[in-house]
Every structure is written in structure tokens, then in C-alpha cells.
């Protein structure tokens, strides 16, 4: 069922996953007893950094990547981050961290100047993914799928896309069928998770013009990264 070269790429997206985390000195950081609004938005504002950076070498450990088009590269890493950490940042929910982090998280979000309407479709997704009990497997394919979405805004070469993504939409498939027998739309429900990541990616461009409104600075990578400042 799995082909020897899917079993190859699915071990090395995971490992890549992996590898690439947030320093464990930075994610302890959200232990930290202040709990202003100014505060968990600068805590945020790190993790977030923290995640761009694990993101992107993630993304250049995906077979083929390096070799896109180098404008292509940067479409695509702009058009998926908000993306890939929203499935990142779910995982820390769905994991029970055993330091707590989890409730900690949740509360600095629900208190770092994020208005309600944004609040609600956020906390619904996270809802929707960690009842999805994602394999790491399952995951790690779902950030790659993510990434390599030929139709983000200014990529030119679509088809070069379409070629990395379409081997791993084929294994994720298998191993939705595999790790889910019990649930044959297992593997519809994922990519259904996707078009929802699309809205708030949507809601996300509002929310930061929001933070910018009131004066909230970024680091120069997410500013570069969600073309701000
Ligand atoms: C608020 C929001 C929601 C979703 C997506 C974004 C970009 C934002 C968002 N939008 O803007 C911001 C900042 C700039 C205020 C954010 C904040 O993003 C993040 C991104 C990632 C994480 C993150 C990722 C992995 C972790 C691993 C571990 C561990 O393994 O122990 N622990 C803590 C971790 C924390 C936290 C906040």
C-alpha cells in the first residue's frame, strides 16, 4: 500500500518536524508571572519570532523546496506562516504539556489585545484540531501540504508546487487510512481543517492592523514576514 519512496519522505518530513522546535529556554518563557496585556504580547511576539525561524528550516528540510524558484520560496513561506503556526500552536493545546503550558498559552492569547471576534474562530479551530488527535506523522505532512499550497498570492511557478505537494497529499491520504481504518473521512476532515486555516489567515491580517493601531510593535521578520511597517 505505502511505496518504499513514500515510507522515505514521510520519515524525513517527520524528522524534520522534529528537529525544528522552539528553544525549550524560549517556550519556558511563557512561565513567566506577568500577565499584562503588554506582557503577553511581548511574550507572543517572541514565540512567534521563535516559530517563524523553526518554520522556515522546516521548510527547507521539504525535498524539492530548495529548488523552487527563490521568489517562490518567499511566497510561499509569507503566503503558509500564519498558517503553520496556527497548526503548530494547536499541538501545544492538544498536547497535555506536562510544565501546563497549554492553559498558560491560551490565556496569554485570550489577554495580548486580540479582539473577541477574533477569539471565538481561533479557539473553535484549536477545538477542531485537537479533536482531530492528530498522528505526528499526520501532522508534520499537514504543515508540508500547507507550505507547498501552489495558489498563495505572487507565486509564479504554480505547477513546481503542485509537484512537491501532490506526493504528500497521496501519503497522507494512505496514512489517514492507515492510523484511522475506523474513520474512512478521516482524511476529508484534515483537509477540511485547511479552507478553515484559510479564514483565519484572514482574520489574522485584521487582527494585526488592530495590534498596529494601538501602537504594537513587531519584531524585522515578522515584519518582513506579514509585509508590516
Ligand atoms: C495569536 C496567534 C495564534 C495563532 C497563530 C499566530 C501567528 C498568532 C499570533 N499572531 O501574532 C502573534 C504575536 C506577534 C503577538 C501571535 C503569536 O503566535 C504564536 C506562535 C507560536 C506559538 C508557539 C508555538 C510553539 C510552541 C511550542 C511549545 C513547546 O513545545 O513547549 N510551547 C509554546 C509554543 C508556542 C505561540 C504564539
Known amino acids: 500500500e505505502i511505496t518504499k519512496e513514500q515510507k522515505a519522505l514521510t520519515k524525513v518530513i517527520v524528522e524534520a518536524y522534529n528537529r525544528h522546535q522552539i528553544p525549550q ?16 504580547f511581548l511574550l507572543l511576539t517572541e514565540m512567534a519570532t521563535s516559530q517563524v525561524q523553526v518554520i522556515v528550516e522546516f521548510t527547507k528540510s521539504i525535498p524539492g523546496f ?8 518567499i511566497a510561499l513561506l509569507k503566503g503558509s506562516a500564519v498558517e503553520a503556526m496556527f497548526l503548530r500552536s494547536a499541538q501545544v493545546f492538544s498536547k497535555k504539556m506536562p510544565n501546563g503550558h497549554n492553559g498558560i498559552l491560551e490565556e496569554r492569547i485570550r489577554k495580548s489585545g486580540i ?8 479557539f473553535n ?3 477542531s484540531i485537537i479533536g482531530l488527535h492528530m498522528s505526528l506523522e499526520e501532522q508534520a505532512l499537514l504543515t508540508a501540504i500547507t507550505i507547498l499550497t501552489p495558489d498563495r498570492p505572487y507565486v509564479k511557478d504554480h505547477q513546481a508546487v ?8 497521496d501519503v497522507l491520504r494512505k496514512v489517514c487510512v492507515l492510523q484511522h481504518p475506523q474513520e474512512p473521512q478521516y482524511f476529508a476532515r484534515l483537509l477540511g ?22 501602537d504594537h510593535k513587531f519584531t524585522p521578520l515578522l515584519c518582513e514576514i506579514w509585509d508590516v511597517q
Not at 479582539?115 to 474562530?121: A, L
Open 25 to 40: 529556554d524560549v517556550a519556558k518563557k511563557l512561565l513567566q508571572d506577568q500577565y499584562s496585556v503588554e506582557e503577553n
Open 66 to 73: 530548495l529548488s523552487l524558484d527563490h521568489e517562490d520560496q
Open 115 to 122: 479582539s473577541e471576534e477574533f477569539i471565538t474562530p481561533m
Open 125 to 127: 479551530f484549536y477545538k
Open 162 to 169: 503542485e509537484k512537491l505537494q501532490e506526493p504528500m497529499l
Open 193 to 214: 481543517r485547511l479552507t478553515e486555516l484559510r479564514t483565519l489567515t484572514h482574520y489574522h491580517a485584521e487582527m494585526l492592523t488592530s495590534w498596529r493601531m494601538n
